[in-house]
């Protein structure tokens, strides 16, 4: 038995009156379900949904069809003694509704005495405010590895083909994050097209998984093909996940090491911060999910936390994998004083509570640039394995940034520039800044026809006026803090206040 009977078979020997399951699996859901009611004695489990009605007792056929109240009035005609289990389909379309809504307040006080339970399954979670107290919401969980596995086995022996345990474990690999239904459907695609299952098919399995976090409308799957020498400077930071190469094999969990729970990147602007996050998921060789915060507040009220709740077990559903928040500053800055009913506090608290509690390979990436701003408890040792600072780079990482950007434009003619000149011209450069001065050289160059040189990327630099200046008093502000010792330096030469403020 899985968590998930295990927890639904509990609430309903505590006699839990009214239980709401979120999932757009509703059939394998259902399964689980009757599996539990099966092993609580062989309990009775009825069915309605709007269209039909109550489903697969002859006595009650089609009762209740189109008319909520009465499937509720139906627990009314049952053996108050008989144990029985009541699932109505897509209910949370009438929960508004003022009778619906009484009746299933008085059907909770009875209920409470009584071996039957109301279970509400629906496509998306959505709980009225005066129905909070008597609804418990129970989480249902993407598929396993192990079923993933049983369900592949199924479907290739239906086929009559054979795989390797190898080639196997990556297709469960690859799968994982995806519903039972979507699974068939690629599988089913990929042997349509080819008459087999093959390697070649990776990439329609990666294809569907890059479709369901795009529905998700919080997550992206972020191609990720930085390197660790793409990032100039940032020793410290670079030394520190070089170390952690092998921290989600197998081999860590033999030695006894716990995964790794993440990193905290705060700074300034333009440092390189988005790039690292890529790079690690590179190095890692792991998915990166980019969360959009801003989207987990948009829409109706009681999504957020769903939203919040969905991304989380889409994330340990891919596990491992590389889970990026970017700019989470602007998402918890100030939970205080919004006027949002407490939504940014209810989901600032749901992801608290998940990464100081998460199991799973889920390595959180979390960037800010604003760290002054955050909440005192996110900072708190134990949500993050490290918080690193990164700020403005010095001469010597100036140079090595130059290095990267110029090795990258061109290769083949890099000794031509001067990179000492080109390094001591711009203190006080994110950067992002120096990266922006090399394309404006480069437009110099190309509206003249011909190659673009050190002296053009020296004019392009003055024409620029670095993020230094213009937020000098900001930035002098995050370099005090940091140099406090409230956070570890990305770099070794971080800390002192770079040349140009």
Known sequence: MNSFQAELGLLLRARYPVLYLATTEEERAEAAIAAVAKSQGDRAVYCWDFVEGYQGTANSEGFGKRNPLQALEYLDQLPATAPALVILRDFHRFLEDAAVSRKLRNLARRLKSQPKNLLILSSRLAIPDDLAE?????????????????????????????????????????????????????????????????????DLILEEKRQTIRQTQILDFIPAHEQMSDIGGLDLLKEWLLRRGGAFSEAARRYGLPHPRG????????????????????????????????????????????????????????????????????????????????????????????????????????????????????????????????????????????????????????????????????????????????IEAMHLGFSQSRDFNTDDVIDAIGQLVPLARTAQQQIQQLQEWAALGRVRPASNAMLPRPEGL
């Open 263 to 438: 990193l905290l990147l705060a700074g300034i602007q333009g440092t390189g911060k988005s790039l690292t996050a890529k790079a690690i998921a590179h190095y890692w060789h792991l998915p990166l999910l980019r969360l959009d915060v801003g989207r987990l507040f948009a829409g109706l009220v009681g999504e957020s936390e769903a939203r919040t709740r969905q991304m989380i077990q889409i994330a340990e559903a891919l596990s491992p994998c590389v889970l990026w928040i970017d700019e989470i500053d602007k998402a918890f800055a100030g939970l205080d004083g919004r006027g949002d009913s407490g939504t940014a506090n209810r989901v600032f608290g749901t992801v608290l509570t998940w990464m100081a509690e998460k199991q799973s390979a889920v390595f959180v990436v979390a960037t800010a640039n604003n760290v002054t701003s955050l909440p005192p408890e996110l900072l708190r040792k134990g949500r993050f394995d490290e918080i690193f600072f990164v700020g403005l780079p010095n001469q010597e990482e100036r140079r090595a940034i130059f290095e990267v950007h110029l090795n990258r434009l061109r290769p083949s003619s890099l000794r031509n520039y001067d990179l000492e000149r080109l390094a001591a011209a711009t203190p006080g450069f994110s950067g992002a800044e120096i990266e922006q001065a090399l």
């Open 134 to 202: 008597v609804i418990t919401v129970v989480e249902f969980p993407l598929p396993t590895a192990t079923e993933i596995r049983v369900e592949l086995q199924r479907l290739l022996q239906a086929t009559g083909q054979r795989f390797s345990e190898a080639n196997l474990d990556a297709v469960v690999r690859s799968c994982q994050g995806l519903s039972l239904e979507r699974i068939r459907r690629v599988i089913a695609r990929a042997i349509a097209k080819h008459g087999e299952l093959n390697s070649e098919d990776f």
